[in-house]
């Protein structure tokens, strides 16, 4: 064959590094294309008067995000990794020596696009009421810090939770979580329902007597519209972390197109199965089929499976998916009955319980098999995610409450975060255009409202 | 302000959004083909309805209608009543309700025309 003839000149190993390079920046793009998905899906369910509040979350969580995460966060990364694996050296200068390296910078951004989802979760679930300092402090402290630490625990090739890691080597085998079902999702999904817990419920989500009342969002088209870019993203988010499409095997190459196979049909089987089985839970217990939770269930199918991909048979990607989409309504109601918080966007549902059950199920669904160690290893895994995520998102938002408070007061939370934190209205009407005939006519003093970018008045 | 006496009527109804097809024919017929709709909602006779959200219920008793404004001069008022009647009709409560004023003045903008002559 020619391609095999113009190959066999070429080095394999530079073939398979460009071709493999190539992919993962591809996947990155993909993945970054995650962002716009969170935030129409956010902004769809918030009021029309907090949407670009919302919006401005997602803003700064990806722009302020990537600076932190290059400055400090793969760093910690790597020391999280070192310091809790036996027989490898601490090095501070060796953790933080991609900053200088550019043969590792296209490692660092798939990297940071995985932080970048976990950091961009957390706004869904506490929108229409934290201040937007308090939230840009957790942002901050959640990307160079929080999740980088577990990222090192699983990830690093050494760390706490790898074979090599103190826990598993004390278990016998690592922790498995192939594209981050719990290190990117469940940690972004636990920390979403502290951080709503500590928040408060919005005013009016809970009556006198303590029982939950809905509060409609803005825009089911923008909600679901931002489910289905992210479900493209996710694409390159499951099926890129299959980062080798060549392998260098002696002098010949390789292609992984069996496993490139199994997490592509695994992810859009979770898919699938999510979204099913939430339409016909919602029907169930509502009577009609839920388009929002149909839209959660087709995203808890896919955060239920993204541990998972390679490593279960596709039965076993279907089944986690159905069981992803199906506990999604159940454990909404569960968060707003019971715990009594309010998770605006359902996070919690969607990327905490969703991405501990598919994580924990991998080794029912193994295609090698069940292994009783590795559901063991998969326990202890989510255990360790879940305290250090509970214990350093507490920490954060409590230093958050004591430099600058946690919530906007009531006044500016009936008004609308848009005004109040940013002085702007999504959707505004009867503006007048620009020009002579734009002077307002002065009937009392000028709202929080400018549309000339001369500032914004005390709301008082 | 004039001090005009017109012959002029403004015929004001609130109807169901999905007649409005039907009523914007009827008043071509009924020689009135002129008229300002707007999305408006409202509360009467009909029933309040349930709507749901993640599940959960609530109540809306302000129901979704389109309020058709039609400035009558040279048609009977009688019969521009008639035929937005018939065609908004269908005999359930929420059909909406027909209002009738009267108009001081109109003044076309383009011409500067007066009374009857402007509309």
Avoid at chain 1, 126 to 153: C, D, N
Avoid at chain 1, 274 to 298: M, Q
Avoid at chain 1, 364 to 381: D, H, K, L
Wanted: include cysteine; hydrophobic fraction near 50%; charged fraction near 15%.
């Amino acid at each position: 064959m020619v391609e095999g003839a113009l190959l066999a000149q070429a080095d394999p190993t530079a073939v398979a590094d460009g071709v493999n390079t190539v992919w993962t920046l591809l996947v990155c793009f993909l993945i970054f294309f995650m962002q716009p998905g969170f935030a129409m899906l956010e902004a769809g369910q918030v009021r029309a008067k907090n949407v670009a509040n919302v919006l401005m979350k997602n803003l700064m969580d990806w722009g302020m995000g990537v600076v932190v995460f290059f400055l400090v966060g793969l760093g910690v990364f790597g020391l999280a990794g070192m310091v809790t694996t036996a027989g490898v050296d601490v090095s501070v200068s060796s953790a933080f020596a991609y900053v200088n390296d550019d043969t590792a910078w296209v490692g660092w951004l798939f990297s940071a696009v995985f932080a970048m989802t976990a950091a961009t979760i957390v706004s869904g679930a506490v929108a229409e009421r934290i201040k937007f300092k308090a939230y840009v402090f957790y942002s901050i402290g959640l990307t160079a810090f929080i999740y980088p630490v577990i990222a090192g625990f699983a990830w690093g090739g050494t760390g706490l939770l790898s074979a090599n890691g103190y826990i598993g080597e004390a278990i016998g085998v690592g922790y498995l979580d192939f594209a981050g079902a719990t290190v990117v999702h469940m940690l972004g999904g636990v920390a979403a329902l502290v951080g709503a817990y500590m928040v408060g419920p919005r005013k009016g989500r809970y009556d006198s007597d303590g029982n939950s009342q809905p509060i409609p969002g803005h825009s089911i088209t923008l909600a679901v519209l931002g489910t289905f870019i992210l479900a493209f993203g996710w694409f390159g988010f499951n099926v890129g972390t299959q980062a080798a499409v060549l392998s260098v095997d002696g002098d010949a190459l390789a292609f992984n197109g069996a496993v490139l196979g199994r997490v592509a049909m695994n992810t859009t089987l979770g898919m699938g199965g999510g979204a099913v089985a939430a339409a016909l839970v919602t029907t169930w217990t509502d009577g009609k089929p839920d388009p929002l939770f149909t839209a959660s269930g087709l995203l808890a199918g896919l955060v239920a499976v993204t541990g998972a991909v390679p490593h279960v048979t596709w039965v076993g990607g279907l089944v986690l998916g159905v069981i992803g989409g199906a506990q999604a309504p159940i454990v909404y109601r569960w968060v707003t009955d019971v715990l009594k918080i309010d998770d605006v966007a359902a996070v919690f549902p969607v990327h905490g319980s969703a991405g501990a059950i598919g994580t924990l199920l991998i080794p029912v669904f193994a295609t090698g098999g069940f292994s009783a160690t590795q559901f063991a290893m998969q326990a202890v895994g989510i255990a360790v995610i879940t305290v250090w995520t509970v214990a350093t998102t507490w920490l954060v938002f409590k230093v958050a409450d004591a430099a600058v408070g946690l919530r906007v007061d009531d006044d500016d939370e009936a008004l609308g975060l848009d005004r109040s934190e940013h002085g702007y209205t999504a959707y505004p009407e009867f503006v007048d255009s620009a020009g002579d005939s734009g002077v307002a006519v002065t009937t009392g003093d000028a709202g929080p409202m400018a549309t000339d970018g001369s500032g914004v008045t005390d709301d008082d | 302000m004039t001090d005009v006496d017109t012959d002029v009527a403004l015929v004001m109804a609130v109807i169901r959004p999905e007649k409005l097809a039907d009523t914007k024919q009827a008043l071509a017929n009924a020689g009135a083909p002129s008229l300002t709709v707007t999305d408006v909602s409202g509360r009467g006779s009909q029933p309040v309805m349930t709507e749901q959200w993640r599940g959960e219920e609530y109540t809306v008793d302000l129901h979704q209608k389109v309020k058709v404004e039609c400035v009558v001069a040279d048609a009977p008022v009688d019969d521009v009543v008639d035929a937005i009647r018939e065609a908004a009709h269908t005999g359930e409560s929420g059909d909406g309700k027909i209002f009738v004023l009267p108009v001081a003045d109109a003044v076309q903008i383009r011409t500067g025309d007066t009374g009857t002559d402007a509309v």
